[in-house]
Structures are given as C-alpha cells and as structure tokens.
C-alpha cells in the first residue's frame, strides 16, 4: 500500500511540476494593444524631439535673437525655454512674449497643447548658474502675463 502511495505522490509533483514550468500564453489582443501603444510612444517621441527646430524656424522668422531654444513637454503643456544673448536682456520681456504669441499660434491649430509658457534666459554667467529674466505665459482668462524672475 505504501508503494501506491509513494507512486501517487511522484505522479502528483510531476505534474505540478510540468503545469508550473509552462509559460502563460499572452493574449493576443494585449500584446497587439501592447504594440500599438509602443509605436505611438515612439511618434510622439520622434515628434518631440522636432518641436525646438520648429521653434527656432518661428523666432528667425520674426528677427529676434536667440542662443538656443529646449522644450520641456508634460501631458498638454509645453514650456519652451529660450536663451537670449545678454546684451538683448533690457528687451527679455518683449522677446518672450513675442516668442509666445508666435508658438501659441503656430501649435494651436494642432490641438495639441492648451498650456504654453516661454521661459527666458540669459547666458549662463558662471558654472552650474542660470541668468533667469523672466516668463510669458497666457493667464487662464486668456491674457498674455510676464512674470519677471526674482
């Protein structure tokens, strides 16, 4: 009797054992879901990585001077952070709003962002130092507000 016994309990673990080692099976419409959010992501991406030459081509097209633009993009808002040679800082806040106005009008279209904010800067004067002039955003009632650095 203690033959069968030990029999049964060897049969029982070898298939517990064959049951635990098989891989789930994915479903296939989460793994197509899966893929389609990947190559999605992967869009936006590419597309992001566009947004500062897009925005560089804005602010030539209007004359105004600039050292280098960076985005900073989070759900439905972007902040584009510009930085202007020191010499044009008297005129910082005229340039980001300008600037401003000039990117709310060319992304509106696109529904893409409902929030924008230009933040302008100077050159760095010294190692791990930012010169902030100040920042244009629209203000919930739809005005244009500088809000200078302090």
């Known amino acids: 009797m203690s033959r069968r016994i030990w029999?049964?309990?060897v049969v029982v673990l070898c298939v517990a054992i064959e049951a635990g080692s098989q891989a789930p099976k994915a479903d296939p419409a989460a793994v197509a879901a899966?893929?389609?959010r990947m190559a999605e992501n992967t869009?936006?991406?590419a597309e992001a990585q566009k947004i500062p030459d897009r925005i560089v081509a804005l602010v030539k097209k209007?004359?105004?001077?600039?050292?280098s633009v960076s985005t900073e993009?989070?759900?439905r808002n972007m902040v584009a952070i510009i930085e202007i040679p020191k010499a044009q800082g008297a005129s910082a806040e005229a340039i980001g709003r300008k600037v401003l106005l000039a990117i709310r009008n060319d992304f509106y279209k696109e529904k893409r962002f409902e929030f924008y904010r230009v933040s302008v800067r100077g050159p760095s004067p010294g190692p791990?130092?930012?010169?902030?002039y100040g920042s244009a955003?629209?203000?919930e009632g739809g005005s244009l507000e500088w809000s200078p650095a302090k």
């Open 7 to 9: 029999l049964l309990v």
């Open 34 to 36: 899966a893929k389609k």
């Open 43 to 45: 869009a936006k991406a």
């Open 62 to 67: 209007q004359g105004l001077p600039i050292n």
């Open 73 to 75: 993009l989070k759900d």
């Open 128 to 132: 791990d130092l930012v010169l902030q």
């Open 137 to 139: 955003r629209f203000t």
